[in-house]
C-alpha cells in the first residue's frame, strides 16, 4: 500500500462590505483561509472546502494540477468559509463525497439560510455560490483513503462548538481547522457567551473570523 502525503493551500481573506473600518481605516478583512489536501497514489481527500465562488474555483484547479481522482471532501466544522465551496467542488469532480460530523452538519443547516442572511452574504454580496448542505455524517469506521484511515476527531467547543480535526494516523498528520490557529488574529466572539450550555448565538455563530 502506497504511503500518503499531503499539500496545504493557503488563500488570502476577503475585503468585507459595509462601513466598519479597522483603527488605521482600513476595511475589515476575512481571515486567510487553509484548505489541505490529502494524496494518495491515485485518489485525494480535500478537507475543508473556502468561501467564495472565486476561492473554489482556486481551490478546484489545485486539485485538478494534483492529477488524483478527488473521493472526500470532509469539513472540520459548521462555518460556512469552510464548507460553502462544496457543491461547486463536487459540481467539478463528481466523485467525491462531503462528509462533516452530526453536529457541524446541524451548524451547516443553520449556516446556509439564516446564517447567510444575517452575515455571510451581507459582507460578501455576490461573492457566494449555492450551499446545499451536501454533508453526511462520517461513518463510525471513519474514511478511508487507498487503505489508510482518515479519523475525525471530536474536539469540542474551540472556535465554535461541535468542532473537529482530521487525523491521518499513518503520516501522522492532524488537520486542525480552526482548532489551531498560526499568524492570524485567534477568533474570539463565540468564546464568552452561553445559551442552553452551548457557546455560541445565532448570530455570534454566523460570524467571520
Known amino acids: 500500500m502506497a504511503s500518503l502525503h499531503f499539500s496545504t493551500l493557503v488563500q488570502d481573506g476577503v475585503p468585507r462590505a459595509g462601513d466598519q473600518r479597522m483603527p488605521h481605516g482600513n476595511r475589515l478583512v476575512s481571515s486567510p483561509l487553509t484548505t489541505t489536501l490529502i494524496l ?44 460553502f465551496g462544496t457543491a461547486e467542488l463536487i459540481r467539478r469532480f463528481p466523485t467525491a463525497r462531503a462528509w462533516a ?59 465554535t462548538d461541535d468542532s473537529s480535526v482530521l487525523h491521518v494516523p499513518s503520516i501522522g498528520l492532524v488537520v486542525a481547522g480552526d482548532v489551531v490557529y498560526n499568524n492570524v488574529h485567534l477568533y474570539l466572539v463565540g468564546g464568552g457567551d452561553t445559551r442552553n450550555g452551548r457557546h455560541f448565538t445565532a448570530e455570534r455563530d454566523a460570524q467571520v473570523r
Open 40 to 83: 494518495g497514489e491515485r485518489e485525494a481527500a480535500l478537507v475543508d472546502p473556502p468561501l467564495t465562488r472565486e476561492q473554489t474555483r482556486t481551490v478546484a484547479d489545485w486539485v485538478e494540477r494534483s492529477g488524483k481522482r478527488l473521493t472526500h471532501i470532509y469539513a472540520t466544522h459548521g462555518h460556512g468559509d469552510h464548507w
Open 101 to 159: 460530523l452530526p453536529g457541524a452538519i446541524e451548524m451547516m443547516h443553520r449556516q446556509a439560510t439564516n446564517g447567510r442572511a444575517e452575515m455571510w452574504d451581507r459582507v460578501f454580496p455576490g461573492l457566494i455560490g449555492d450551499t446545499p448542505v451536501l454533508a453526511a455524517p462520517v461513518p463510525e469506521t471513519g474514511l478511508l483513503l487507498e487503505g489508510h484511515e482518515l479519523r475525525a476527531v471530536e474536539t469540542g467547543h474551540t472556535d
